[in-house]
């Protein structure tokens, strides 16, 4: 038998109200030891013809299901003007995302916390991707935790797939705690700085915490910085076929680039050497206007040496410069700089700037920004690859990357993982008019199937349902 504190036992309850019938032994078989006032109860519930024993059909329950982003989308507003609402988690999709029965207003909605992410667990999809490292584990901890529960939320907005964002809250008194704080405290999601700032200070706390002592995802290693290179061609002009290999990435689409073959990085390497000889380490005066080509120092961690530099902007005494071999940008000091000689300020750059054709990824500041450049760099980094060059953007080559080894282009790789998304019709057909058109138009139908397939099984940006205009204009791709 079950029972709270002095109240009756729960088994009666549920006869009594004739929510459960009692089963029947045989002579000598164990029983409980209130079986014969279970039996009682049963017997007056027939008699009354409570629920279950009643003649009538038993009364349809009917839940206002807001998971249709139209239903979401008329209900959004009114779900977010009623402050703090009582809920039940009746099914967890992940560590963040959730099913939600909402009694007062009789509904259910597809939820998801606003301040965190945490990564993709296995999909109930068996042909679908693996899951995302720890992704299972934010999973279980969400279910362990709030399953089946009680809990607060607060709605602060919706997305194009009709998920609510928003707070949510566990426990009571004073054990009530933002649900989005625990996780982070376990190592189990990161911060989605779109919507939280370091006056957050519990949620930065936590999370700083969870860091430094490397837990969960935390205890993965960081990827390395990529680095990418350049391509040449004229709009109208034949597409170019190149080997190059990445210098410098910037985010999941831009980068720097070598071509390879080339001598020039070999003989800039070779005089910036020489010029370390001639003037070793020692500082010397230069003229910080912005575009000034200079030498500038830089530490790899091993070694220091001199770069040439190019200056982006100016702040007090500290210089932003763009190393324009490389394609890293740093700041530095009058105390790491010094000018070049005229040779070497009037040579070209070596390294190119370059971006994934008809594919746009997010800025370093979103957490899908940060794993599109991680997964390009995955692909890309320290490998030589083919460029296929369509145009020039902006002094920009426009590009599609090839791994020798594989026929799947990078730029469709990224697409399919749902870490980059298809540039628009109006951006496409403009972007044809300045390459060969028909090679474009090509490739652009080819991507936009495979955009398909990952917005359908939910990969990546994709996860909370359709991103929109006004999701690409928040996310600024």
Not at 100 to 116: D, G, K, Q, V, Y
Not at 323 to 351: F, K, W
Not at 367 to 392: N, P
Request: with cysteine.
């Amino acid at each position: 038998t079950i029972s709270v504190g002095k109240r009756a036992c729960i088994g009666e309850v549920l006869v009594s109200e004739g929510l459960a019938a009692v089963q029947r032994h045989r002579d000598g078989e164990e029983r409980s030891s209130n079986y014969d006032t279970l039996c009682g109860v049963e017997t007056a519930a027939r008699a009354a013809k409570k629920n279950m024993h009643s003649p009538a059909d038993p009364p349809m329950r009917k839940v206002n299901d807001l998971s249709d982003p139209k239903k979401a989308k008329a209900y959004a507003g009114f779900l977010q003007r009623s402050g703090v609402l009582k809920a039940q988690v009746e099914y967890v999709f992940g560590g963040t995302t959730y099913k939600l029965w909402i009694p007062a207003e009789n509904c259910t909605i597809r939820f998801a916390l606003s301040e965190c992410r945490s990564p993709q667990p296995t999909p109930n999809n068996p042909t679908g991707r693996a899951a995302e490292p720890f992704g299972d584990a934010a999973k279980r901890f969400a279910k362990m935790h709030i399953g089946q529960r009680n809990v607060e939320v607060v709605a602060e907005g919706l997305t194009n797939g009709g998920v609510v964002t928003g707070k949510m809250f566990v426990g009571a008194g004073a054990k009530k705690e933002n649900f989005a704080s625990a996780l982070l405290k376990e190592g189990l999601s990161s911060i989605d700085w779109r919507d939280v700032d370091s006056t957050h200070a519990d949620l930065v706390s936590n999370m700083s915490a969870a860091k430094a002592s490397q837990k969960n995802i935390w205890s993965l290693s960081n990827a390395v910085a990529e680095r990418s290179a350049p391509v040449k061609k004229e709009g109208g002009q034949p597409e170019e076929v190149k080997t190059i290999i990445i210098s410098e990435i910037r985010n999941g689409n831009k980068f720097y680039y070598h071509e390879v073959g080339s001598p020039s990085v070999a003989k800039i390497d070779s005089a910036m050497k020489l010029f370390k000889e001639v003037n070793g380490l020692s500082p010397g005066p230069v003229p910080f206007k912005k575009n000034k080509i200079l030498a500038a120092l830089f530490s790899d961690g091993q070694s220091t040496d001199w770069y040439r530099a190019k200056v982006l902007s100016t702040s007090g005494s500290s210089h932003k410069v763009l190393y324009i071999d490389h394609g890293n940008v740093g700041t530095v000091t009058a105390s790491q700089c010094r000018s070049l000689d005229n040779g070497l300020e009037a040579t070209p750059e070596c390294a190119r700037e370059a971006e994934l054709a008809l594919v746009r990824s997010r800025e370093l500041n979103y957490d899908e920004g940060v794993e599109a450049a991680r997964a390009l760099a995955s692909l890309a980094w320290g490998k030589e690859l083919t460029a296929r060059i369509h145009a020039v953007e902006e002094g920009k080559m426009m590009v599609t990357l090839y791994d020798p080894v594989s026929p799947v282009s990078l730029n469709e790789e990224l697409v399919k993982r749902g870490l980059a998304r298809v540039v628009s019709e109006r951006e496409a057909g403009a972007f044809g008019r300045n390459s060969q058109e028909e090679a474009v138009k090509e490739i652009f139908e080819k991507l936009k199937e495979t955009q398909e397939g990952a917005r359908k099984e939910r990969r990546g940006i994709w996860v909370y349902g359709d991103v929109g205009e006004d999701d690409d204009e928040r996310a600024k791709y």
